[in-house]
């Protein structure tokens, strides 16, 4: 079984957990008091946003409220020390540490066709020889829709289903996005954005900025994301049936380990760090701080990745949140879903020993 014991943190980063933890127990503190409001059921909260994912995409016990059609995968990261100038954390040293990850699907139907929707995400968690862990999710766009959780949830609600049609209501969607013109690079990359035939030959990227610490707490923001080295394009499977996402995996680590650089893109001054809705733009410093190798696969229903809660706020020495809202909205729906996906896990398919056996 794998240890789910927090790790430790420290500063910033230790506040905002709290803050998730907070919302486990019940009693939201003031880092998510503004999605808080615990005594007043018209504001934003946890429950709310979960609740949402369930409305939109029907309640199917034991399986993540979103992200729920993934697959586990697991591997090392090999550091390179080149970002041992900005940051402490043992990750980014020279030498391997553990990572336990999970690609998926962004929808909260365990069932969706692979070709449903036309991003790709990928969780990793990386567990230092000193046993604190750094958690991060992943997506194949460029940029996030929206900057705030208040936006987001809007975004969810728009999106609920016609009880006349079961879809979405074309006209909510058109009026959500002309009430927010923050979306307009997402809309401009849907446009020609197509699903891909393959987990292996897509790029990353962590959307949000967070801070690298070094051992004079100089803090520099980043952004960070994962670019494909080995894996080729043409050699995927052609898309047949479902689920020809996890056969090509399956089928490429067969041959083989999956590797991807881990980028980290330094803003310069004035690139906000407080919304991931806004690209930088212009030139960067990005740094290669190494290599992430994916050795092998699990299905999620019984997989080392099942229990494990991809909770962005669980860092190690070393980096530190943003005031980004989205991360702690982030932080607490995901444990929101937690508790209660984990509650469930007695429902989980019986047999399940391959992805693709679904229905």
């Not at 586990?72 to 336990?100: H, I, K, L, M």
């Not at 891909?196 to 803090?219: D, I, K, P």
């Amino acid at each position: 079984m794998v240890d789910h014991t927090p790790p430790p943190l420290s500063g910033s980063s230790k506040a905002l957990r709290l803050a998730g933890i907070a919302v486990v127990v019940g009693a939201l503190a003031g880092a998510f008091a503004y999605v808080g409001g615990r005594l007043d059921p018209q504001r934003l909260t946890p429950g709310r946003i979960v609740d949402t994912f369930e409305k939109n995409n029907g309640l199917h016990a034991g399986f993540r409220r979103n992200h729920a059609k993934g697959v586990c995968v697991a591997g090392y990261f090999e550091g390179n020390d080149a970002a041992r100038a900005y940051s402490t954390a043992q990750v980014f040293r020279e030498g391997s540490v553990p990572v336990e990850g999970r690609f998926a699907l962004p929808s909260g139907n365990p069932y969706a066709p692979d070709s449903s929707v036309p991003i790709r995400s990928l969780g990793l968690r990386f567990t230092q020889a000193n046993g604190q862990q750094w958690r991060t999710g992943m997506n194949s766009m460029p940029v996030f829709p929206v900057g705030t959780p208040e936006a987001f949830f809007q975004q969810l609600q728009a999106a609920a289903p016609d009880p006349s049609t079961g879809k979405p209501n074309p006209a909510a969607m058109a009026a959500f996005f002309a009430g927010h013109p923050e979306t307009a690079p997402f809309l401009q990359w849907i446009k020609t954005a197509k699903p891909s035939a393959s987990y292996a030959t897509e790029s990353y990227n962590g959307l949000n900025a967070f801070y690298l610490v070094n051992a004079a707490g100089q803090r520099q923001a980043v952004r960070w994301g994962l670019v494909p080295l080995s894996q080729d394009a043409a050699g995927a499977m052609a898309p047949d049936g479902a689920d020809f996402l996890a056969r090509d995996l399956a089928q490429r680590l067969a041959a083989g380990p999956l590797k991807w650089q881990l980028n980290l893109t330094l803003a310069s001054p004035g690139d906000p760090t407080d919304d991931a809705s806004r690209q930088w733009t212009g030139e960067h410093k990005v740094l290669n701080a190494g290599t992430l190798v994916l050795e092998s696969t699990q299905p999620q229903d019984d997989g080392d990745c099942r229990d494990i809660n991809y909770d962005p706020l669980v860092l190690p020495s070393g980096i530190e949140a943003s005031a980004d809202p989205l991360l702690a909205a982030r932080s607490a729906a995901y444990a929101s879903s937690y508790l209660r996906r984990t509650s469930e896990v007695g429902a989980l398919p019986a047999v399940h020993s391959s992805q693709e056996s679904r229905p």
